[in-house]
């Protein structure tokens, strides 16, 4: 039995973390609709499930202010919703029809766009996300925007060859970069320690000069500061990077029994759930289960009606094809 | 304003200074652009006058140049990358390929990307075999991406500025073998050739060259020596590949009937083959002979400068082909 703190930072903590909850409980509502597209085979393509990793997503993105750029990942859908984007857009990516942010283009997450709220989209190679955070660092370092370019990526991607030619580039020039690693240890089917020869990946970040930190990826109220931190770090002049060790619950995509993996571990994972553990911390801070029941079902229901406005929008006819290849 | 010879090198350096004065979201980034001017002196004088934060230095960094070029043009800047040979172009395949051709088009069209990648290519100077190349076709076959060959000073200039306005991504091939080439160049800074409108560089009767960047000037001189021979040769340089002017191509081919292709990057799967099946396909009626090509040979380009000359046509080859053509 809790009984709630009277002091105020517990209280701000305690309300922090409900907002945490609140988007960790929507990504994870929106993930869960578009699981069921696919295992109803309505939504074909490939979906590469964030559970285990919507906590870390939440916890940067409610850090960053809305006009900040997001470069976000494949690995999950909370980005978007925390940084404010509609999911009606993005349901209606996965359902290929004009509702969605591609007008049709779609479907799938990978790149759905919303720049009014800084989100510049997501390449379909990994690591091409490091030239072009910083090239929209650079954007707005020159124009005095005070933006952050806040790019996520997996530990797999950082082996790429683009971290280094970026890192470099901007620890020289200063740029407002945020770069947030989220380490779940496995790239598809490859363990970081066999591939990497290590597990750790910021000792890369420090060596190039960025403002460096590790975090509980699990925990989203750790996370959050680490975020509130980088991004002042950033808006600094200096490169910021965070490195998440956080959890891949589910495999690679949808469909993905994962039989590369130590059933005991992906068991332990499951027990590190994000929106498990914010829970817990709620209640042991005085939260209401009935809140969090509710919370929960508010972003069922959010996500239920985005998917129900989506899947009646109309589907593009084949014309769409020729639109918007030159500005 | 008077026009005045100066060197194709010396018309991009214009073109540069008056775009980044006219529009102060112009910059530019590449090895050696900043301090030194550029490896070929092409942006001398820009560093001091625009300063550090608008000529920017890098290191040997292509994934960042064309990548962070990308980047800086989604957020709002018109950067002018430079790969110190268009050869590295390659080195930046996925951000030239992917993210400069398709970031706009994969996001729904809504994102604009105003930015310019040039490019020096060419073979000149015994550089071999990864420094020499004129891979316009490679980017030809890739959709979403403009662009420029010019040929002439003016054109390097007029072209340039109209690349750094336009609010596509395009790559602007310069030849290094037209460097020095002088010509007349209008001091104009609101004078732009436009995209997409090819140029008679000579008229003629009896036989079409279709030749782009440093192969219009060989195009000329056999065309000269062909005059003696009473073979009246007419030179369309369509100017930029993307869009291409087929129309100018069509009118000249209607009236000669015969269509040679000419450019120096290797024959096989080069861009004369999309010109010469475009021609086959669309002028098939007009046409008295087969459609032509004279290109680059199929072989890495030697080091050897002795040899570099037997890597693309040369004027004797030129005269001999268009000799033939006129036989039908």
């Known amino acids: ?327 | 304003m008077s026009d005045k010879p100066i060197t194709y090198a010396w018309a991009i350096n214009h073109a540069l200074d008056e775009e980044m004065q006219r529009d102060p979201d112009v910059f530019l980034m590449g090895q050696d652009v900043g301090r030194m001017g550029g490896v070929f002196g092409l942006t001398r004088g820009l560093h001091d006058k625009f300063g550090g934060e608008r000529v920017r230095d890098v290191s040997i960094v292509e994934h960042l140049v064309v990548g962070g070029a990308v980047g800086a043009a989604l957020g709002g800047l018109r950067p002018v990358a430079e790969v110190q040979f268009a050869d590295f172009l390659l080195l930046a395949g996925d951000e030239s390929f992917h993210k400069m051709a398709k970031w706009r088009y994969m996001h729904g069209g809504i994102l604009t990307l105003p930015m310019v990648v040039r490019a020096p290519c060419g073979i000149q100077g015994g550089v071999g075999a990864e420094h020499s190349q004129s891979p316009e076709g490679h980017y030809w076959h890739t959709p979403g991406i403009k662009i420029a060959v010019p040929s002439t000073p003016a054109d390097a200039k007029g072209l340039l500025k109209s690349a750094i306005r336009d609010d596509n991504p395009v790559i602007y091939f310069e030849n290094r073998r037209l460097y020095r080439v002088k010509g007349e160049v209008s001091a104009d800074p609101e004078l732009l050739v436009p995209f997409g409108q090819g140029k008679v560089r000579r008229v003629g009767r009896d036989v079409t060259i279709v030749a782009w960047s440093a192969m219009v000037d060989a195009a000329l001189e056999a065309a000269e020596i062909l005059e003696r021979e009473e073979i009246s040769v007419e030179i369309v340089d369509p100017r930029t590949l993307v869009p291409f002017d087929m129309e100018t191509v069509s009118t000249s081919v209607r009236k000669t009937s015969r269509l040679l292709v000419l450019h120096e990057a290797s024959l096989t799967m080069g861009p004369g083959a999309e010109i010469a099946a475009r021609a086959a396909d669309e002028l098939f009626e007009h046409l008295d002979a087969p459609v032509k090509r004279l290109a680059g040979t199929d072989n890495p380009i030697p080091q050897n400068m002795a040899l570099e000359q037997f890597c693309y046509p040369q004027t004797d080859q030129i005269v001999s082909t268009v000799r033939d053509l006129a036989k039908w």
């Not at chain 1, 002042?232 to 200096?238: C, K, L, P, T, Y």
């Not at chain 1, 929960?296 to 998917?307: H, I, P, S």
């Open chain 1, 1 to 327: 039995m809790t009984t709630m703190s009277p002091d105020a930072g517990l209280t701000k903590q305690r309300e922090t973390l409900l907002r945490l909850y609140r988007e960790t409980a929507r990504g994870r509502a929106l993930e869960d609709v578009v699981n069921q597209l696919a295992q109803t085979r309505t939504f074909r393509g490939f979906f590469h499930p964030g559970r285990g990793q919507e906590g870390l997503q939440a916890a940067v993105c409610t850090a960053l202010n809305v006009d900040d750029y997001l470069l976000y990942a494949h690995r999950g859908l909370t980005y978007l919703t925390a940084k404010g984007m509609d999911p009606v857009s993005i349901l209606g990516d996965f359902h290929g029809r004009l509702a969605g942010s591609t007008r049709g283009l779609g479907a799938g997450t990978v790149h759905c766009v919303d720049p009014a709220r800084g989100i510049m989209g997501q390449g379909g190679t990994l690591g091409s996300c490091f030239p072009l955070s910083a090239g929209l660092a650079l954007a707005s370092k020159t124009k005095g925007e005070g933006k952050v370019a806040a790019a996520f990526f997996g530990e797999g991607a950082s082996a790429r060859g683009t971290f280094l030619e970026s890192g470099v580039t901007a620890k020289a020039w200063g740029l407002p970069v945020v770069w947030i690693c989220e380490n779940n240890g496995w790239a598809v089917s490859a363990r970081v320690q066999d591939v990497q020869g290590t597990a750790d990946i910021a000792p890369r970040a420090a060596a190039l000069g960025f403002h460096t930190q590790v975090v509980d990826g699990q925990d989203v109220l750790a996370v959050h500061e680490a975020a509130i931190e980088a991004i002042r770090q950033a808006r600094g002049g200096v490169p910021a990077f965070i490195e998440a060790k956080t959890e891949r619950i589910e495999g690679h995509f949808t469909g993905d029994m994962q039989p590369y993996r130590d059933r005991d571990e992906v068991a332990a994972a499951k027990t590190r759930d994000p929106l498990l553990l914010a829970g817990q911390r709620l209640v042991e801070l005085g939260e209401d289960t009935a809140v969090l029941d509710d919370i929960r079902e508010q972003a069922r229901a959010e996500m239920n009606a985005a998917d129900e406005a989506a899947r009646t929008s109309p589907l593009p006819d084949g014309t769409r094809i020729h639109e918007g290849v030159w500005a």
